[in-house]
């Protein structure tokens, strides 16, 4: 499997009167791991809401995998996305959360409504495959034996490994992860780490990741794009941050020596 680049032009987004996206372009490489690193309120979540189709630029486009998605919904444009809260379904076993997603592709299928089914990438839809799909996934991160488990009987960790099982089921060619870790303990957030850089190096496709922690950024990436006041002022490799940070903004939040 492969992941789509991204290309994004002259991106800007106002709520209200407050400039929270200015101008902004980037472009993602198929397959790499991008972090957007900057502090709390810069816009970090806004733009990531907006690759995904959840929120609406007020200019500019996005074009995913070559395709323009402006307009296209969340489901149609080939990414998931992984949030800081996990956003589990508490009513539902962690088994369901993981299969909600294929359960609404096929029910939409059997109804025949387009905009899912036969558009939407990925090969679960009989009841079977779906279980079976479930089972795989859970078992690939390791939380087979909470299948029959409520998010509240879980840690934050699990909780996490769920929401990201959640993604992996749809097989979207772009993950999108906001602050995935944020909420977890110091010695679970290395752990976690670890696992999410393996996690990309298995499925090889996009990671797009945001946070605010500049040590997370800077392991798990192939490149760092520093937002500051929703504006991207470096996007490199990390150790090129690093040493060569472009401006005072940029060395002061990486705590890099210049
Ligand atoms: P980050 O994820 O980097 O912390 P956000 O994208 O969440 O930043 O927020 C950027 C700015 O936009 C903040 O000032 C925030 O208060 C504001 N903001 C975010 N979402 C909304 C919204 N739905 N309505 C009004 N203001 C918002
Ligand atoms: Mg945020």
Known sequence: MSGHGLVLRNIC???????????????VIPGEFLTL???????????????????LQDEGSIAIGGRE???????????????????LYPHMSVAKNLAIPLLMRRLCAWQRIPVFGALLPGTASRKS??????????????????????????SG???????????MV????VFLMDEPLSNLDAKLRVQMRAEIKELH?????????????????MTLSDRVAVMLDGELVQVAPPQEIYANPHDRRVAEFVGSPK
Do not use: W
Request: net charge positive.
């Open 37 to 55: 690193l900057g502090p709390s309120g810069c816009g970090k979540s806004t733009l990531l809401r907006i690759i995904a189709g959840l929120e």
């Open 129 to 154: 495959e779906i279980i079976e799909e479930v089972a795989r996934v859970a078992k690939s991160i390791g939380i087979s034996h909470l299948l029959d488990r409520k998010p509240r009987q879980l």
């Open 157 to 167: 960790g699990q909780r996490q490994r769920v929401a990201v099982g959640r993604a």
């Open 170 to 173: 749809r097989h979207p060619a």
């Open 69 to 87: 998605v402006d307009g296209l919904r969340p489901k149609l444009r080939d990414v998931a996305m992984v949030f800081q809260s996990y956003a």
């Open 13 to 27: 987004k106002k709520f209200g009167s407050t400039n929270v996206i200015r101008n902004l372009s980037l472009n």
């Open 201 to 217: 190096q298995r499925l090889g496709v996009t990671f797009i990741y945001v946070t605010h922690d500049q040590v997370e950024a």
